[in-house]
């Protein structure tokens, strides 16, 4: 069974700074989907990036970007120029490629802005 | 407005009282989810739907029930709550390609006493 590991419980990080937080996963599939998603305190799940596994490029989005590395099945995500408002859970995702819908998530990382 | 919508949003309940969380898409999407989230262990899925009559267990089903008989609902049915079923329960729903993202609902926060 694929699972998702988020090795960083809680991170920090100063206003206008970057924070990177990390997650592995462990599959055999050669085809699937990794994503970050954040939840702030409404709780509302809300997706911040996606990668392909069979895209070699790390997707970006605006502050937001992904190193991706598909050998060490390691998918970080690095946050540029933290704003306060960044302050949330992040849940780290994968999704097999070519089967519906089965979605396993990390266990998260709470991240706290500091002004 | 795009939107999948849940309800109840709150419910206190006791071990054994039949119960059922309601979820509704407006996007015609053929797949939707059902997901708890628990501290530490973030969200696992209970159950998910391919499509109308289509349904196939996530990784914590025990316990629960679910039901696709229309494309734009999917409810959870817990038949004899427990309070290990104490939990922020999420619904989603996304359309078949397999790329593209899935919407979650607001969340069901529900008490087991």
């Known amino acids: 069974a694929q699972t998702v590991t988020q090795s960083q419980p809680e991170m920090s990080v100063q206003e206008a700074e970057t924070v990177t937080l990390s997650c592995t996963y462990d599959t055999s599939e050669s085809d699937y989907y990794l994503f970050w998603y954040k939840q702030p305190p409404s709780r509302q799940m809300i997706l911040v990036i996606r990668?392909?596994?069979?895209?070699?490029q790390n997707a970006t989005e605006n502050r937001f970007s992904v190193n991706f590395q598909k050998a060490a099945k390691s998918f970080s995500l690095k946050i540029s120029d933290s704003q306060l408002g960044d302050a949330a859970m992040y849940f780290c995702?994968?999704?097999?490629?070519?089967?519906?819908?089965?979605?396993?998530f990390g266990p998260g990382t709470r991240l706290s802005v500091l002004p | 407005e795009a939107q999948v919508t849940q309800n109840p949003r709150y419910l206190i309940t006791v071990t054994g009282k039949k119960l059922t969380v309601t979820c509704s898409q407006n996007m015609n999407h053929e797949y939707m989810s059902w997901y708890r989230q628990d501290p530490g262990l973030g969200l696992r899925q209970i159950y998910y739907s391919m499509n109308v009559e289509v349904t196939d267990k996530g990784d914590v089903p025990e316990g629960y029930k679910v039901s696709r008989k229309e494309k734009r609902n999917f409810p959870l049915i817990l038949e004899s709550p427990s309070p290990n079923q104490t939990s922020l329960y999420f619904c989603a729903s996304s359309p078949e390609d397999h790329g593209r993202d899935q919407y979650f609902g607001p969340g069901t926060r529900l008490l087991v006493l």
């Open positions: 990668q392909e596994a069979y895209k070699q």
């Open positions: 995702a994968y999704r097999r490629g070519n089967y519906g819908q089965n979605f396993v």
